[in-house]
């Protein structure tokens, strides 16, 4: 018997719809199940987070040694959705294993009647991907364990004004490690006093490394935190105050006409 879906009860007793395997009295199981086509939508790198239950081993009665605890996940990368019941084989080659999944807490006792599970979560991600979208498999060789949520996600940086400057929404790179470089754009009645303006987007989402910056050019001011550059504001003048009595050069000629005088 292969994967099944079944309905179960978390922790919190909320009604949740599992994929499942036990075969554990079975010798060489290799059981699979594969997720639809996913779109990676310009990303290079993608994260898988797992929820998931696992029987400890030990707590079922004559079990053989041969029962496990852990289980594979794999991707296949493809332009479009291709896959069938036998299409890509069900094997490590064309597969690509992104590695052995193992649970923080296992069950020791079960309430097989109400199918009450403790939940692990663990999150793993793989890159570069470069083709159109790719599928996810988990593969049971030898547990007794409920599948019971998966989400897909990749990092991105997002839109920010910084240093006076604009810098647009940019996906995170192939490997953790990486700095994708974002060049930035002065905001309106601003420009470049430090270049070249740019920001590094790493592997976790996040800006770092500025580099550069512009400032409000002159008659303006920044406000909302640097983000906007307004017009200063002029003083009026009327009949009763001439011009050049707010200006200090007009004010010093005035005096000195009167003392000629």
């Known amino acids: 018997m292969a994967w099944e879906e079944v309905s179960g009860y978390d922790e919190h007793m909320n009604t949740i719809r599992t994929y499942q395997v036990c075969n554990v009295f079975e010798g060489s199981q290799n059981n699979w199940v594969r997720s ?55 094997m490590d080659n064309p597969w690509i294993k992104v590695d052995t999944i193992a649970a923080d807490e296992s069950f020791s006792q079960v309430d097989l009647g109400g199918r009450v599970m ?49 810098f647009q929404e940019t996906l995170s790179g192939a490997e953790s490690t990486s700095l994708v ?12 006093v430090d270049v070249p303006i740019k920001l590094y987007c790493n592997g ?23 983000t906007v550059c307004r017009a200063i504001a002029l003083i009026t ?8 009595a707010l200006d200090p050069c007009g004010q010093r000629a005035e005096l000195q006409m009167r003392e000629n005088n």
């Open 36 to 90: 639809k086509f996913i779109r990676r939508r310009g990303a290079q790198r993608i994260h898988v987070e797992m929820k998931f239950s696992v029987r400890d081993c030990s707590s079922i009665p004559n079990v053989p040694g041969s029962c496990k605890e852990t289980f594979n996940l794999y991707y296949y990368e493809s332009d479009s959705d291709v896959a069938t019941k036998t299409f890509p084989a069900w």
């Open 118 to 166: 403790k939940i692990n979560t663990e999150v793993r991600s793989f890159g570069p991907v470069s083709r159109q979208g790719f599928y996810l498999a988990f593969q049971d060789y030898g547990g007794c364990m409920s599948l019971i949520a998966v989400r897909v996600f990749y990092r991105k940086c997002p839109r920010v004004i910084q240093n006076g400057a604009i």
């Open 181 to 192: 470089t974002a060049w930035g754009m002065c905001i309106p009645n601003s420009e470049e």
């Open 204 to 226: 976790n989402g996040e800006w770092m490394v500025p580099i550069g910056r512009c400032v409000c050019k002159a008659g303006y001011e920044a406000v909302e935190n640097g």
């Open 237 to 244: 003048t009327s009949r009763a105050f001439p011009t050049h």
